[in-house]
């Protein structure tokens, strides 16, 4: 974080800087402030290619803030820009999991598996490890509640 404040220091109008900050704050479960950020990115990059990116981490940060309805839109506009997307469908299944919509999150399920088929929850735990824990175990129970093996 403090490379980003100098370089943002630097260039204020550094819009993957700004990306960055976002998704430090999405994995420290500061969803407002990443929100904020991604957001300031996403004006200062209107065309960016990776406008993608900037949708999955608005979509996961309304998922750490339970807004599980948000957090599908925010899925489904990365997903539309790059459709193989594992981590926005990771997003989709567990928020649609966690409104009771199994059907819907046991599809997108199926969906990831056939483009990740080793996928597990303890390979998932393993490779967030760097997530603050309330939000890997939130993600982890909408997985599990989808049908995600062990």
Known sequence: MAALDRALALNPNAAHAWLFR???HTWRNQP???IEAVERARRLSPFDP???VFALN???AHFAARR???A???ADRALHEQPRLV???RVKVAANAHLGHLDAARAELSRMLAIDPKLTIAGYREYAHWAAPEVLELLVTGLRLAGLPE
Do not use: D, P, R, T
């Open 68 to 70: 599980f309805e948000q």
């Open 50 to 52: 990776y406008a993608f």
């Open 72 to 74: 599908i839109e925010w």
């Open 87 to 89: 981590a926005a469908m």
């Open 58 to 60: 608005i979509a996961i």
């Open 22 to 24: 976002g998704n430090i």
């Open 32 to 34: 407002e402030a990443a």
